[in-house]
């Protein structure tokens, strides 16, 4: 037998080395390289071969776009804040990476998937190689799930799992929690890296793709974000969603990143309550609850989650600086299109944001990446730098060119549609976006350019102008 060659792989974006080094090349991570053996050639042979030894291919079948097909047969999970992220529910044969950090309620929310596709009587399978049957029992329990027929176990063995999973009929949905638990036999590395991780996530995968089995796999999350090791597995899977949210708020926000069979941009909300996960049908009306209306420095941004309208509180802080450079601090949004936004002002509006320390904050611990976000990002921004709130009845829409111009967002109409519901009165709007047919279902101010938007907020308040009057010199 040849002697197998070891390589150095890094744990965390999966890069491969032919000799140990502190960090990683790929990804810049430090002592994150550790030694593997190579995974072992797989079943027929695909290792290189020189250009003489290739054997005689198969000749397989080629077939035109059009012909029938069918459509993905899909599992709803009956969450609707689920199968809204899942594009209808689960496909089958399909495989789904759930990531997201250690507590934010994975196994809660796949318990309670679990449970509502068992008891339509289907078969599901739960396996946990973190917890024992009875911490999840418990967890089932505290749910009130515990008569839902799923099958539970607690097991590592990739083999073992595949071996049980073929006994009967195939299941319809298999939770896999979680995949950095699990090892294989036909892979060499120690649990937890990368190479075990990759080789199981394949073994599963192919079990999926075989027994036409819905798979959920379960992969932590590591500081900056990422699925922990596995990023090599994204590639593999059909789908990938993080479940995401903060500590000190009890939202969470399922997200699809990657998704073969439906949508990218759809979110699910959900609240962690004493008796597990509750759908949140209407997140505007939570994100923006306890709202503080008459202090300056918040505006309301009347965004799109897909094909969903969300409103939320942008929070800006503008205060004097001590510091040589000053400090630029954002939660919750993009901090280069912060400095984008000031730099704007700082050109086209006269501002002079230059001495100040500026925080950015977006409510409720969600993440905004809509461009139509920049107009509520500035006027917060100067409201707080004049001192002037802004008219609590009020939502901002519009995205900031360079050049200072405003431009329209898509969907205006749904979003002032949303607004409207929930007691806003009047619009912030790019005039390029009002296209002369009524589109708005309430007053607003149509303009133009940054200056529109400053002069507009300086006219709130004598305050604001003075304060306005001594930043432009
Ligand atoms: P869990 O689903 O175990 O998280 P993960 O699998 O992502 O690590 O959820 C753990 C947290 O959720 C834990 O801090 C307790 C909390 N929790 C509730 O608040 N209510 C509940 O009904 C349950 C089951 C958990
Ligand atoms: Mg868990």
Not at 259 to 279: K, S
Request: aromatic share 4%; hydrophobic share 40%.
């Amino acid at each position: 037998m040849a002697k197998r060659s070891n390589s150095f792989a890094c744990q965390s974006c999966g890069a491969v080395y032919g000799r140990w080094q502190g960090r990683c090349d790929a990804c810049g991570g430090w002592n994150t390289i550790a030694e593997e053996s190579a995974p072992p050639p797989l079943p027929g042979g695909s290792a290189p071969r020189g250009p003489g030894g290739r054997t005689k291919g198969r000749v397989f079948p080629l077939e035109g776009l059009t012909g029938s097909s069918m459509d993905a047969p899909r599992v709803p999970s009956g969450i609707a804040e689920l199968d809204r992220v899942t594009g209808g529910g689960f496909v089958r044969g399909s495989v789904i990476l759930l990531g997201g950090d250690p507590g934010i309620g994975k196994s809660t929310l796949l318990m309670q998937a679990c449970a509502a596709v068992a008891k339509s009587g289907r078969r599901v399978v739960y396996i946990s190689g973190e917890e024992a049957v009875g911490q999840v029992r418990l967890r089932a329990e505290r749910l009130a799930l515990a008569d839902a027929p799923v099958e539970l176990a607690s097991e590592t063995n990739v083999e073992d799992i595949i071996a049980t999973l073929s006994q009967g009929g195939a299941p319809t949905l298999v939770i896999i929690d979680s995949i950095q638990t699990m090892w294989s036999e036909a892979v060499e590395s120690a649990p937890g890296t990368v190479t075990q991780v990759r080789g199981s996530a394949q073994a599963l995968i192919r079990y999926a793709k075989t027994s036409g089995s819905a798979l959920i796999l379960v992969g932590h999350v590591t500081k900056d974000g990422q699925i922990a090791g596995p990023r090599v597995v994204e590639h593999m899977v059909d789908a990938v969603a993080s479940f995401e949210g903060d500590g000190a708020h009890h939202f969470r926000i399922l997200r699809a990143v990657k998704n073969r069979f439906g949508p990218t941009d759809e979110i699910g909300v959900f609240e962690m309550t004493g008796t597990g996960l509750a759908e949140v049908p209407n997140p505007s009306a939570l994100f923006l609850a306890g709202r503080d209306t008459g202090s300056p420095g918040t505006a309301v941004f009347a965004g799109m989650e897909g094909t969903r309208p969300l409103l939320v509180e942008f929070q800006a802080l503008v205060a004097p600086s001590s510091l040589g450079t000053p400090r630029r601090a954002v939660v919750g949004w993009d901090p280069s299109r912060l400095s984008m936004v000031i730099a704007v002002l700082e050109a086209h509006a006269g501002l002079r944001l230059g001495q100040y320390d500026v925080y950015l904050n977006v409510a409720g611990g969600l993440k905004i990446t809509e461009p139509a976000a920049d107009a509520a990002a500035a006027a917060a921004l100067v409201s707080s730098l004049t001192g002037a709130p802004l008219p609590p009845d009020r939502v901002y829409i519009g995205e900031i060119a360079l050049t200072g111009a405003l431009r329209p967002a898509a969907q205006t109409p749904a979003r002032l549609k949303e607004a409207a519901k929930l007691g806003f009165s009047t619009a912030f709007l790019p005039r390029a976006g009002l296209d002369g047919r009524g589109s708005s279902p309430m007053r607003h101010d149509a303009a133009g350019d940054v200056t529109d938007l400053v002069s507009g907020i300086a006219a709130l308040a004598p305050r604001a102008r003075r304060a306005l009057a001594s930043e432009r010199g």
